[in-house]
Nanobody, 115 residues
Framework: QVQLVESGGGLVQPGGSLRLSCAAS????????MNWYRQAPGKQRELVAA???????NYADSVKGRFTISRDNAKNTVYLQMNSLKLEDTAVYYC?????????WGQGTQVTVSS
């Protein structure tokens, strides 16, 4: 059974930082591309950051220079370090494991940026 469990969300002030984690089980983690998405109220889910099985990374323009995605294959975990958070970063953040046509989602973790 595949499970992706996100953690690390919470309430933070503008300019603050959070680190999200997504722990995977039930898959051969190292061969999967791992992505972080987010969905704000009333908006479509959007891709925030991606890391391939070879650790190449890509970011949405809105988070470049502020967010960093990384992975630890020994721990079957992908991370999203979020710095200089803005009000508009408020959303539910989801991780997704992708391999060819298969994909698995986590349950999401809420990030709220508010003063």
């Amino acid at each position: 059974q595949v499970q992706l469990v996100e953690s690390g969300g919470g309430l933070v002030q503008p300019g603050g930082s959070l680190r999200l984690s997504c722990a995977a089980s039930g898959i051969i983690f190292r061969v999967y591309n791992m992505n972080w998405y987010r969905q704000a109220p009333g908006k479509q889910r959007e891709l925030v950051a991606a890391i391939t099985s070879g650790s190449s990374t890509n970011y949405a323009d809105s988070v470049k220079g502020r967010f960093t995605i990384s992975r630890d294959n020994a721990k079957n975990t992908v991370y999203l370090q979020m710095n200089s958070l803005k009000l508009e970063d408020t959303a539910v953040y989801y991780c997704k494991a992708e391999l060819l046509r298969s994909g698995y989602w986590g349950q999401g973790t809420q990030v709220t940026v508010s003063s």
